[in-house]
């Protein structure tokens, strides 16, 4: 059995800073994770696409971000579980809890974080004929590795930031971008609605609006799409590709986790952030997408401020006969559990005599 101060489930963004957090006040923590690599939708969803919202960052890719925040909480050793899911959560007499994934591995820890972002997602498909035939050979619903589209045609349906996001970077990667999109305004950004206009203008962008992509064709792999139009008049554009990218949004589930015991709202769990964000189950804590709150901002950098705030109020129960006194790590330095010692220069002040 794994044994730890804080069982972190998730280890996404707010999942990975929580270990820098707990180490700070000298607590172990043990990360359990789906995905085969820490990370979480960052790693596996859309690691090259750029992130403009992280302080002191203007822009860092969301897969450096995750390297970064490896390398933050190195000095701290911490421990994954990765591609098991966290199936089931026993409290014990003591308080304590056990979480069991779905391959029997066993975790003990007196706090569970529950940083699990908005769980496991699954793309919202379109409904088009035997367009399963086609995944995985020129249909994807998500992008991780934009070279994979270098000098090929590619065809990209959706109206929100991802599909404009992807549509303005593919531009100049690929041969030919067409953008598809069921109405005339698009729901993204307007920023990134005006450079994919510019880029349209341009022809490096074909913008297909109030249209919808309705066939797939190709033998053993595709090689075209047919884009029925709103106006009747237009009818049926037949366009050659060698992807299509269905780009419509994931569709979140809390899976076991929602079985759980705890107080669930609009998919989310609720959790007290006048105080802790700790959820009805004491011991039990959830931050990041994952929780929900009057006035939440579901936000990296919301997340990271979720886990410091958790991680003082786990220490109590973790140390309650224990206080806690907070230093500024530019004052306290940074000391991790491998020897390791980080702090300012101290000035030496000699007296005149």
């Known amino acids: 059995m794994i044994k730890t101060d804080i069982l972190i489930i998730g280890a996404g963004p707010t999942g990975l800073f929580t270990v820098f ?14 995905l085969a690599q820490p990370g979480g939708q960052c790693s596996e969803i859309y690691p090259k696409k750029p992130i403009y919202d992280i302080p002191a960052y203007p822009e860092i890719l969301a897969g450096d971000l995750v ?10 050793e911490p421990g994954f579980t990765l591609g098991e899911r966290a199936e089931t959560l026993d409290k014990q007499e003591d308080g304590s809890f056990i979480v069991t994934t779905n391959k029997g591995t066993k ?19 379109p409904i088009i004929p035997n367009i399963a035939d086609y995944e995985d050979k020129g249909v994807s619903y998500i992008i991780k590795d934009p070279e994979v589209y270098r000098n090929k045609k590619v065809v990209i349906a959706g109206g929100g930031d991802s599909a404009l996001d992807w549509a303005i970077f593919l531009a100049d990667v690929a041969s030919e971008v067409a953008l598809v999109h069921r109405r005339n305004e698009f729901r993204g950004a307007l920023d990134s ?15 297909y609006t109030e249209a ?58 609720k959790v007290n952030n006048a105080k802790d964000y700790q959820t009805n189950i004491p011991g039990v804590f959830a931050i990041g997408d994952v929780n ?16 410091a705030v958790m991680c003082q109020y786990a220490y ?37 005599i």
């Open 21 to 34: 957090e707990a180490g700070l006040l000298k607590l172990k923590t043990h990360l359990i994770d789906a």
């Open 292 to 307: 929900t709150y009057e006035g939440k901002l579901k936000l990296i950098l919301s997340g990271f401020h979720e886990a």
């Open 67 to 76: 390297d970064k925040l490896m390398e933050q909480i190195k000095p701290f």
């Open 193 to 207: 609605v005006e450079k994919a206009s510019e880029l349209a203008k341009l022809g490096k962008i074909q913008l």
């Open 212 to 269: 919808e992509v309705k066939e797939v064709h190709g033998e053993s792999e595709l090689k075209a799409v047919v884009i029925k139009h709103n106006d009747e008049a237009k009818g049926q554009t037949y366009v050659e590709t060698d992807h299509f990218i269905p780009l419509f949004g994931l569709s979140p589930k809390l899976g076991p986790i929602g079985n759980w015991g705890l107080e669930i709202q609009k998919n989310a769990i």
């Open 316 to 352: 109590q129960i973790i140390n309650p006969d224990k206080r806690f006194v907070m230093k500024y790590t530019t004052v306290g330095g940074v000391e991790g559990f491998d020897g390791s010692k980080k702090e300012a220069k101290k000035e030496v002040v000699q007296s005149i």
């Open 107 to 125: 975790h003990h820890a007196p706090v569970v974080v529950i940083a699990g972002g908005l769980g496991s997602f699954e793309p919202r498909k």
